[in-house]
């Protein structure tokens, strides 16, 4: 089976890709087009002038417009219509063809859902299908249509996975953010398998049983890594302030090669590893901060393997310049 690795590369940090970045992944997520008046916006995505540099150091590569993203509103208005579905599809290929783009990628967080204090309503588990087969019918069966699928029963039950799944080439789920900004218990936001004493049960592994069990084929299951951190303080001492109430929710925390250069091992804070999460984090007393790792990014690439899943992908390029986390992803997806 051949695997995918994606990775979401911002406007900002699309500069960035070099000629081996091009060569180690298979897709790039550009992040992000908007809705705005109910057509496709591209007014942040600056940079695809770099599209053609990319492209030519792998011509395989294939790009990928997602849209939307934490906080984007205008899907739920624009959704409610088939002609307002079909007039955002419809921009949708014209940027599509302008940029010799392979696909779209919808990452509405989240359909029926107004956390992020966008637009929403009860009419969106519909709607979001009918969203999806105006965008195919508009691109056609060769062109990539995709998802971003937030990690937990909340999506699913705000969406008819099954007729989705059907739709879409594949489904990226989000597992990252298992524990985020939401929850005031320290916890690991991106971890393999769940920890006993782990109340939330949040994981890779569970996530992708959900998926399954929704309707989700495997072989269009794509799971995630992050290249970030979430950050607890105000921790007790205990348990190396895993699982523990905290003063604060999980803030997004430093990229990868920040925290390699500044904090594990480094400036109080000390390096664990959850062997039954097989996920690192650090704790210097009171902080407790989760993220993934060489270790743990290549125990997902075998998972995903031994599950006969489809690829993984990530959040996001420009947290990692060192390219470790995506030097190890490589290595591993491409053993035999």
């Known amino acids: 089976m051949h695997h995918y690795i994606l990775g979401y590369v911002t406007n900002r940090a699309l500069p960035s890709v070099t ?78 063809e302008k940029w010799s ?32 087969q105006a965008l195919r019918d508009a691109l056609g069966k060769e062109r990539i249509v995709s998802i971003a699928a937030g990690a937990g029963n909340y999506f699913i039950e705000d969406t008819h996975m099954d007729q989705v799944a059907s739709i879409c080439d594949y489904v990226q789920i989000m597992t990252y953010d298992i524990r985020s900004g939401f929850h005031k218990e320290s916890g690991h936001h991106t971890c393999l398998f769940t920890s006993p004493g782990d109340k939330y049960n949040g994981s890779v592994k569970s996530c992708m049983e959900a998926y399954l069990c929704a309707g989700v084929p495997r072989e269009k299951i794509v799971i995630g890594a992050a290249f970030y951190s979430r950050r607890w303080d105000g921790l007790p001492p205990v348990n190396h302030g895993l699982f523990q109430p905290a003063a604060t929710t999980g803030l997004y925390g430093p990229g990868y090669t920040t925290l390699m250069n500044e904090y594990i091992d480094k400036n109080g804070f000390t390096r664990h590893w959850d062997d039954d999460a097989k996920a690192p984090y650090l704790f210097n007393g009171s902080s407790l901060i989760s993220y993934d790792d060489p270790d743990s990014v290549r125990l997902k690439c075998r998972f995903l393997k031994e599950q006969n899943l489809l690829g993984i992908m990530y959040w996001d390029h420009g947290s990692d310049p060192s390219r470790r986390l995506l030097t190890a992803i490589h290595q591993e997806m491409t053993a035999p």
């Open 19 to 96: 000629e081996e970045d091009a060569q180690r992944l298979t897709h790039i997520n550009l992040a992000f087009g908007k809705v705005a008046g109910g057509l496709l916006d591209m007014g942040e995505m600056t940079h695809m002038n770099h599209i053609a540099r990319i492209r030519a150091y792998n011509p395989r590569l294939q790009f990928v417009l997602s849209v939307g993203g934490w906080g984007a509103g205008g899907f739920s208005l624009m959704a409610r219509a088939d002609a307002s579905r079909r007039a955002f599809a419809a921009s949708c290929l014209r940027e599509v």
């Open 101 to 132: 783009l392979d696909g779209i990628d919808i990452d509405w967080e989240y359909p029926c859902d107004g956390s992020a204090g966008i637009d929403h309503d009860p009419s969106d588990r519909e709607n979001y299908t009918l969203l999806l």
